[in-house]
């Protein structure tokens, strides 16, 4: 079965520090990749998305994504987070042509000003 | 693009009522997904649909839970009899096809007393 595991559920963060969220999962075929964020009070938004190409993905707001498919992994990077950055973020899978997308259990990141 | 609409916003019932969410997908997108969102449970997939037709409903948490979509437009989350443990946040997304990024609506908030 589809699994999504995303390492740390929670992070703190000075600004200016960089950031690196993990996400593996669990799947044999073809997948589609996904990090979606959460700003406090507010639904989920796609912030970068990986479906075939150059693995390294870029995404709104100055992140970044790298699939490692040796290693079923897909983490969100930023070099330099600043406090309007505080939000849940959750990496998400779905098999190519598959209707279901499997969310991880999110990071919530605090970035203290 | 007004996006996924859902309404109401925000819904206090007492326990024992019926509770109707409803959701306007974006047009066009022909799969529709409802989540439960608590902060014990974090975000829970409860069904979905494509092209108007349930696919997988496993995640509906009891009988009382139920779902419609009788059109490409529309889809309804009904809650008969409510409870307490209900209460969280309801989110209806969609997508343009199977396994693509899914645009979240807004949330609907509900309180059950």
């Known amino acids: 079965a589809q699994s999504v595991s995303q390492h740390n559920h929670h992070v703190i963060l000075s600004e200016a520090a960089s950031l690196e969220l993990g996400c593996n999962y669990s799947?044999?075929?073809?997948?589609?990749l996904f990090w979606y964020v959460q700003y406090p009070g507010q639904h989920l938004q796609l912030l970068l998305k990986?479906?075939?190409?150059?693995?390294l993905v870029k995404g709104i707001k100055g992140f970044e994504a790298e699939f490692i498919k040796s290693k079923f992994s897909f983490n969100l990077r930023k070099p330099s987070v600043q406090w309007s950055d505080t939000a849940e973020y959750f990496c998400?899978?779905?098999?190519?042509?598959?209707?279901?997308?499997?969310f991880g259990a999110g990071t919530r990141l605090f970035v203290k000003a | 693009d007004a996006g996924v609409i859902q309404s109401p916003r925000h819904e206090v019932t007492e326990m024992g009522q019926e509770v109707t969410l409803r959701c306007k997908p974006i047009?066009?997108?022909?799969?529709l997904f409802w989540y439960r969102q608590t902060m014990m449970r974090g975000l829970e997939l409860l069904i979905y649909?494509?092209?108007?037709?349930?696919?997988?409903d496993s995640g509906m948490p009891e009988d009382r839970f139920s779902a419609k979509m009788p059109n490409a437009s529309f889809s309804t989350l009904k809650i008969q009899p409510s409870e307490p443990r209900d209460s969280a946040v309801y989110f209806c997304?969609?997508?343009?096809?199977?396994?693509?990024?899914?645009?979240f609506g807004p949330g609907t908030r509900l309180t059950v007393t």
């Open positions: 997304a969609s997508s343009l096809q199977q396994g693509h990024e899914q645009y």
């Open positions: 799947y044999g075929g073809t997948v589609n």
């Open positions: 990986y479906f075939s190409g150059d693995p």
């Open positions: 998400a899978v779905s098999s190519t042509g598959g209707f279901k997308t499997i």
């Open positions: 047009s066009g997108h022909n799969s």
């Open positions: 649909f494509n092209n108007n037709v349930p696919i997988d």
